[in-house]
């Protein structure tokens, strides 16, 4: 009886998380952004939002994802606490050859970014938004490693719960 509860409990959990991360980001009262990548190669994004009003360093990054050349991204952005927000390029892994910081003066109006070329508009901030990008993949590995592993003890204990008893 406890396993059984112990399975039904741990579906449900997963359901809930998968449906939870797999819907689209779509915030209300979001600012959207669009990503335009116009420079040759495909370029993998983040962006970095400072929902911090008392400058203590808290930095929420997103990937936005890689985008091929001539192509975009939409990404919807909680800008509550924020007036600005930062978008990280990585040619590579640890490559990171774009780099530019944007005020948001109208919360209202969506904005469209087009990288044209590779720039680091500061390298201090650049350094600072590549370390937070490092702790949210790093983040990112933890989980999905522990996502793996409890969907094969949820995998196990399904299989001994409905295998036949000789």
């Given at each position: 009886?406890?396993?059984?509860?112990?399975?039904?409990?741990?579906?449900s959990i997963f359901?809930?998380?998968?449906?939870?991360?797999?819907?689209?980001?779509?915030?209300?009262d979001s600012l959207?952004?669009?990503?335009?990548?116009?420079?040759?190669?495909?370029?993998?994004?983040?962006?970095?939002?400072?929902?911090?009003?008392?400058?203590?360093?808290?930095?929420?990054?997103?990937?936005?994802?890689?985008?091929?050349?001539?192509?975009?991204?939409?990404?919807?952005?909680?800008?509550?606490?924020?007036?600005?927000?930062?978008?990280?390029?990585?040619?590579?892994?640890?490559?990171?050859?774009?780099?530019?910081?944007?005020?948001?003066?109208?919360?209202?109006?969506?904005?469209i970014i087009e990288?044209?070329?590779?720039?680091?508009?500061?390298?201090?901030?650049?350094?600072?938004?590549?370390?937070?990008?490092?702790?949210?993949?790093?983040?990112?590995?933890?989980?999905?490693?522990?996502?793996?592993?409890?969907?094969?003890?949820?995998?196990?204990?399904?299989?001994?719960?409905?295998?036949?008893?000789?």
């Amino acid at each position: 009886m406890f396993r059984i509860a112990t399975v039904v409990f741990s579906i449900s959990i997963f359901t809930y998380w998968f449906v939870k991360k797999s819907a689209v980001g779509i915030v209300k009262d979001s600012l959207s952004l669009q990503v335009v990548n116009k420079l040759p190669q495909t370029l993998d994004f983040y962006v970095i939002n400072n929902n911090d009003p008392d400058k203590n360093g808290i930095l929420e990054a997103k990937h936005i994802g890689k985008i091929r050349p001539e192509y975009y991204r939409i990404e919807h952005l909680k800008m509550d606490k924020s007036n600005e927000y930062w978008i990280v390029g990585y040619l590579g892994k640890k490559n990171l050859v774009y780099f530019s910081q944007h005020s948001v003066p109208n919360k209202n109006i969506d904005q469209i970014i087009e990288v044209q070329n590779y720039i680091n508009q500061s390298v201090k901030l650049s350094d600072i938004a590549k370390k937070d990008v490092e702790a949210y993949n790093h983040e990112n590995i933890k989980l999905g490693i522990w996502v793996s592993l409890d969907f094969l003890l949820l995998f196990l204990n399904l299989v001994l719960l409905l295998r036949k008893k000789k």
